[in-house]
């Protein structure tokens, strides 16, 4: 807000230029006094012409001028260099210091945007460190569990196929293996093997049979049990040949399960070391990016602390040298205008002095002035004395004037008295007018002009010292006000940082742990996406596995089926024959040929061949539970990928919405920040700018209030020396006289008529120039009418 400027009655005392021309007057009168001596002397040293003395003194006074001229021309010249020195120097250490704080501004903005760059990265590497670290514990425990299971498999495999060899070892000593005879069946006597015997080898059998678990199909189990079971009538049957086939098959199967869990094992070892391995180098180069980084950020916070300081030390230098340069200019400015008005008046006052002397010098005025006494040798003093046209006037005046010498100089006395007394430049101009012999119109009317002004700086006076107070006071209170703004917005300022800026709770950390949450969001959309992609593609396989292995099923079972039933029929009559001729022969005597085997082939119809088929349709049942099994479990794994996927959709859509909002808030913290900022800016200069006034207005403040009354009781001095002043001068005869020669003078030809009384109408009809009749006729009480 702009402030009214001190009016103009504030001002203590006059305007310097009219104050130093009323001295500049006050010189010249005094030194014309005393230059010119008084006749007698004059024609002593034979001096020159009157005239001559007063154009010889105004050229004094013109080389006088030009002279202080050339001095001030050369005393400004000095402060202008000064002026242009500092101002180059100011403006280049601005411009200096405006592209420092430019430079240290990008370079900070540069390192923190690193800064964050960098915390964003770290944090990433700390969390990716930190999953990697769960990730190859969780595959150490699975690996843990996949061993644990292979060596409890591979040692039941091991006791499994152990008790298998010993159990068709001693099948095997007994006879009991069919593949060691020539013949399906035959007849062996057991006496030769004692019970135990027996008895272990039913013991050791069962426990194979245990060993084999669920690997045995029910009719299998069901036929070994059975063998187990049957007393030993001392005949083998073919029975054990069947237990010892299915012995053997479940060894095979043993081993070969022992042989795919040992290359399962191997492979499950090799991919746990290689995911191991890639994972901790993975972890180390982590672990080095990780500190290198965070050595980055220590050194930038280092670098930022200093190109802050460096920053507000320039700031602050920018400042304090704008502020000198705004002082200087203003200075210089006003010096100049000084200097432009000082030219101004000088060149007039050479003009004027120059004009007069082209007047006084010239040959036509010098010829002139010799024919005239009082430009050819009249006194030089400047004393004007009434002339009259009367000449027994002048011989009174004289004589008046000599009578009235001692009461003009008690006047003049009084008011040199006063004027040193009181430091009054007033007092001492009258006192120098009537020395000077001024006339007393010229004296008095200067004396009243004085008690005029003494009563307008009276005036001017006390409006300045009320005009302080109030001023004062208002910018006090605005200076108080403009504090508590201040005060305010430092506050906020410092709420709107640590809402910005606050490393647990600020806008700038939620902002990242955002951004951090949303890549963790996407990177387990892709993750999972990765995952179901792979499972399908693997589930895709399994059923194309399952539905061939179905097909393949299928067709073994439809070839063996086609098969035994011919087979079926073909012993079904083939045992119709053999009892018919059975029949025929019942009654004949030749002797019966040695029982061998059946004559028609009846390959493995009776000895497991329907039991294939059987087993063939289990498995092909089986393998249609796994495909159904297959097709649920991949629709429940679709199901839950899509639940996931929508979880993290809706997780990633709140996320960014929760980004945005962060993002918008911090974009109108932000601002408010800066719009904050600038207002303290602004009223921290409106507060120096109150405060550069009230320090500017405060001196002559206090010099009003200081002073003020001694310069009421010294103007109140001065108005009654000046009063008395008048008094003194206006109870001379000479003052009496010389108003008698004027007012004698105002009469003109009317003066004879009215010297000896004015009021009668002789007087006043000369003095209206009518005819006594005619002045009558408008004023009939008009005394002679």
């Not at 690996?143 to 040692?155: F, G, K, V």
């Not at 004027?352 to 005025?365: H, P, R, T």
């Not at 990177?523 to 396989?541: I, P």
């Not at 399952?546 to 029929?569: C, D, F, G, P, W």
């Amino acid at each position: 807000r702009k402030r009214p400027r001190a009016p103009l009655h504030g001002r203590i005392g006059r305007e310097p230029s009219v104050d130093r021309m009323a001295m500049k007057l006050a010189g010249l009168a005094v030194f014309l006094a005393w230059a010119f001596v008084p006749a007698a002397q004059a024609k002593l040293s034979k001096p020159d012409r009157t005239m001559t003395q007063v154009v010889k003194l105004l050229q004094t006074m013109l080389e006088q001028s030009k002279k202080e001229g050339d001095e001030e021309q050369y005393l400004y010249g000095k402060y202008k260099c000064y002026c242009d020195t500092n101002e180059a120097e100011k403006r280049a250490e601005i411009q200096r210091l405006s592209e420092e704080i430019a430079l240290l501004e990008s370079e900070i903005e540069e390192l923190q945007a690193a800064n964050a760059k960098l915390s964003k990265e770290v944090a990433k590497l700390d969390a990716d460190m930190k999953q990697n670290v769960a990730d190859r514990e969780e595959a150490k425990k699975i690996r843990d569990e996949e061993n644990a299971d292979y060596i409890a498999l591979s040692e039941d495999l091991d006791q499994a196929i152990g008790q298998m060899n010993e159990s068709i070892k001693l099948l095997s000593d007994i006879g009991a293996d069919q593949t060691l005879q020539a013949a399906a069946d035959h007849t062996q006597y057991m006496a030769g093997y004692p019970g135990e015997s027996l008895a272990k080898l039913k013991s050791t059998v069962r426990a194979a049979l245990v060993a084999a678990g669920d690997s045995v199909g029910k009719k299998q189990a069901s036929d070994v049990e059975s063998f187990l079971q049957a007393p030993f009538t001392g005949t083998y049957t073919a029975q054990s040949g069947e237990v010892v086939g299915i012995l053997r098959d479940m060894r095979d199967t043993f081993m070969a399960n022992l042989k795919a869990a040992d290359e399962r094992e191997a492979r499950q070892l090799a991919a746990y070391n290689k995911y191991k391995t890639e994972m901790e180098t993975a972890y180390d180069t982590m672990e080095v990016s990780y500190n290198k980084k965070q050595g980055e950020l220590s050194g930038n916070d280092g670098s930022l602390e200093t190109k802050k300081l460096q920053l507000e030390t320039a700031q602050s230098a920018k400042a304090e040298a704008e502020d000198f340069l705004t002082k200087l200019l203003d200075m210089c400015a006003a010096k100049k205008a000084q200097y432009n008005e000082r030219v101004s008046l000088r060149a007039a006052e050479e003009a004027a002095i120059a004009e007069a002397i082209s007047i006084l010098n010239s040959d036509a005025a010098f010829a002139t002035f010799g024919t005239v006494t009082a430009t050819k040798e009249g006194a030089t003093s400047f004393t004007q004395v009434r002339k009259s046209t009367v000449r027994r006037h002048r011989v009174a005046a004289a004589a008046a004037q000599r009578s009235e010498e001692p009461r003009r100089e008690a006047a003049k006395e009084f008011l040199q008295k006063a004027a040193m007394t009181q430091g009054s430049s007033m007092l001492g101009r009258i006192a120098g007018m009537l020395q000077a012999h001024n006339p007393f119109e010229v004296v008095l009317g200067e004396i009243q002009k004085m008690i005029d002004l003494i009563a307008t700086e009276g005036t001017q006076d006390k409006e300045h010292h009320e005009w302080c107070v109030q001023e004062q006071t208002r910018t006090d209170n605005d200076i108080k006000t403009k504090e508590g703004e201040i005060t305010d917005l430092t506050t906020d300022i410092q709420e709107l940082n640590n809402t910005i800026d606050h490393p647990e709770t600020g806008l700038k950390k939620q902002i990242a742990d955002l951004e951090i949450l949303l890549e963790e969001n996407l990177a387990s959309q892709k993750s999972e996406t990765e995952e179901r992609t792979e499972d399908n593609l693997a589930y895709q396989k399994d059923i194309a596995n399952l539905v061939e292995a179905e097909k393949l099923l299928e067709r073994a079972i439809i070839v063996l089926r086609k098969y035994y039933s011919k087979i079926s029929e073909e012993i079904k009559a083939e045992m119709s024959l053999v009892q018919s001729r059975k029949a025929r022969n019942a009654n004949r005597d030749d002797p019966a040929p040695p029982a061998t085997w059946e004559d028609k082939y009846k390959g493995q119809s009776e000895a497991g061949g329907t039991d294939a088929i059987s087993m063939l349709e289990f498995i092909l049942t089986n393998t249609k539970k796994e495909e159904t099994q297959a097709h649920s479990d991949e629709q429940d794994a679709q199901h839950a990928y899509e639940d996931s996927m929508q979880n993290l959709k809706d997780e990633e859509k709140s996320t960014q919405k929760a980004l945005a909002d962060a993002r918008d808030l911090l974009a109108q913290k932000e601002l408010s920040l800066s719009q904050r900022q600038e207002e303290r800016t602004k009223t921290e200069k409106e507060k120096k700018a109150l405060d550069d006034y009230l320090e500017k207005i405060t001196p002559g403040c206090n010099f009003i209030k200081e002073n003020l009354d001694l310069r009421n009781t010294n103007r109140e001095n001065e108005r009654t020396a000046l009063n008395d002043a008048v008094s003194l001068i206006e109870g001379t005869p000479a003052y009496q006289e010389a108003m008698a020669v004027a007012h004698n003078e105002t009469l003109g030809e009317c003066k004879e008529i009215c010297a000896l009384n004015e009021n009668v109408v002789a007087c006043k009809a000369c003095l209206a120039d009518v005819t006594i009749p005619a002045y009558c006729a408008g004023h009939p009480a008009t005394s002679g009418c």
